[in-house]
Nanobody, 131 residues
Framework: QVSVVESGGGLAQAGTSLTLSCAIS????????MGWFRQAPGKPREFVAA????????TYGDSARDRFIISRGSTRNTVNLLMNNLRPDDTAVYYC????????????????????????WGQGTQVTVSS
């Protein structure tokens, strides 16, 4: 049984920074590539960022590029998302997701952006940015 748990959401003012964290529990003997998606009310789920299981490659969605930074945490199978220069349109529920390393999903830079690639999902954490 694998669980994905997000933390760090909340209320922030525009122009400030917020860090989200995500941790996998359960089958921790495996390695996981991990990603973040977000969904605003009335909008489809959107890819934010992903990091490969060994941390050597990252990808970003258009909304996150140049403002957000994804990184592996100090503990195995944890990941952080540093969100800088927040804007009101960053308001959404942010979901952490993971898939087992070595799965033959194809090139990381493409497949990591598809929600269908991911096996495990967290419940989501709300981020609200006020102007």
């Amino acid at each position: 049984q694998v669980s994905v748990v997000e933390s760090g959401g909340g209320l922030a003012q525009a122009g400030t920074s917020l860090t989200l964290s995500c941790a996998i529990s359960g089958r921790t003997s495996s390695d996981y590539s991990m990603g973040w998606f977000r969904q605003a009310p009335g909008k489809p789920r959107e890819f934010v960022a992903a990091i490969i299981w060994h941390g050597g490659e990252t990808t970003y969605g258009d909304s996150a590029r140049d403002r957000f930074i994804i990184s592996r945490g100090s503990t195995r199978n944890t990941v952080n998302l540093l969100m800088n220069n927040l804007r009101p349109d960053d308001t959404a529920v942010y979901y952490c997701a993971a898939y087992t390393a070595y799965r033959p999903v194809g090139p990381f830079d493409r497949t990591s952006q598809a929600s269908s690639t991911y096996e495990f999902w967290g419940q989501g954490t709300q981020v609200t940015v006020s102007s």
